[in-house]
Every structure is written in structure tokens, then in C-alpha cells.
């Protein structure tokens, strides 16, 4: 199934003029729901029906745009305390109020550069509040050319290094239950079958 699925997606594709909105849709139907209830289908407010968030705290990276905006407002409206990080405080503070997060607290956080980095787990830890859930959503992706962050692929700098160095430096502000949640995408299906290249993680020997 999962073989036949990807070959439609990819078939759909080549129909430039076909959206992302009518792939998914399509695939949704095709595929139905899981064991959980839920598929490609189900929003973010579907999965959050009737779940009760008023005591909960999430740290949510990347809260400015996308799915980690959409994440933020979906938890939002089950009554979570939101700690929205993103490039700036500004933009930031400019997410959470979009979604009327009242309880938001908006942190400063380049995941490319690990001072900054730091900075955002002493801020977060200062806080003194227990996380029930930190949500590694941010990252960038598909740079046209290679582009280089203390001696690394930007890319690869940001998305991993940047979000375990948060991570690993808050995982004691998680609460008893409290969970990590890494975000990815289908493009790991690209992935080199050897695994991660080592000896080129400056994109010296050649970047794809």
C-alpha cells in the first residue's frame, strides 16, 4: 500500500496545476484512518476534540509560521500555555497574539547559533514552570545552494544540531509524563541508505 501510495502521489505531482490541498484529500480517501481514528484527513482540532489543556504547558519552536503556528493555536484552544520560540522575541509575540494566546510566552531562539540557543534554555528554565510537552517543529529546508553555519551545513546546523542542543538542555523541565515530539516529512525517504554522511557534514564533498 504504502509503495502504491507514493507512486500516486508522485503521479499527482506531475500535474502541476493539481494543489497540495486536493493530494492530501485524495490520499485521505484512498487510505482512510488508522488504528487511532485519525489519517491524512484529520486536523490538528479534530485530534484535540474534547481534550482538556488548561493545566498544560508546551514549548512549541518555530510558533511563527506553519505547522508550529497551527500546533500553538490548536493547543491554544484547549486552554495550554503556550512557549513560543522563534527567530526574534518580536516574531514571537507577533504568533502568539494571532492566535489570542493569552497565557503565550514568547522566547527568543536561532537555532543556528548556539549562543542563542543557550540563551532560550536559560530564559525557558528561568521560568521555573514545568513542560509538559517540547515540540521540535522548526527547520528550514531545500536551500538552492550550499550555505555554511560554524563550519557546518546550514541546514543540517539548524534543524538537528541547533534542536538538540535546546532539547537536551531542557529535558529536565519536563514534567513527570512530559514528552519530546520531533517533527519531520516525507523527505527522509531521500536519505542516504548508507545514513547520515559523517565525513561530509559541511557539504564539502557534495551537496544534494
Same mark, same amino acid.
Request: hydrophobic content about 20%.
Given at each position: 500500500m504504502g509503495k502504491r501510495l507514493d507512486a500516486l502521489s508522485q503521479s499527482l505531482r506531475f500535474f502541476g496545476n493539481i494543489s497540495k490541498e486536493v493530494e492530501m484529500s485524495l490520499l485521505g480517501l484512498i487510505k482512510g484512518k488508522g488504528p487511532n481514528g485519525f489519517g491524512f484527513l484529520s486536523t490538528a482540532d479534530d485530534v484535540l476534540q474534547g481534550v482538556e489543556l488548561s493545566d498544560k504547558v508546551f514549548l512549541v519552536t518555530g510558533v511563527n509560521s506553519g505547522l508550529g503556528l497551527e500546533t500553538a493555536r490548536a493547543l491554544t484552544a484547549r486552554g495550554a500555555t503556550i512557549i513560543g520560540l522563534a527567530r526574534t522575541e518580536e516574531k514571537a509575540q507577533t504568533a502568539l497574539a494571532s492566535i489570542s494566546a493569552d497565557k503565550g510566552i514568547p522566547v527568543a531562539c536561532e537555532l543556528s547559533e548556539p549562543t542563542s540557543v543557550r540563551a532560550a534554555v536559560e530564559a525557558v528554565k528561568a521560568l521555573n514552570i514545568g513542560i509538559d510537552g517540547l515540540v521540535a517543529n522548526a527547520g528550514i529546508m531545500a536551500l538552492p545552494k550550499l550555505k555554511k553555519q560554524h563550519g557546518y551545513e546550514l541546514q543540517f546546523f539548524t534543524n538537528h544540531v541547533g534542536h538538540f542542543l535546546l532539547i537536551t538542555g531542557l529535558l529536565d523541565t519536563l514534567t513527570e509524563e512530559g514528552r519530546v515530539v520531533m517533527l519531520s516529512s516525507v523527505a527522509h525517504k531521500q536519505a542516504y541508505r548508507a545514513g547520515i554522511q559523517f +565525513?561530509?557534514? +559541511? !557539504?564539502?564533498? !557534495?551537496?544534494?
Open positions: +565525513d561530509n557534514l +559541511d !557539504g564539502a564533498k !557534495g551537496y544534494t
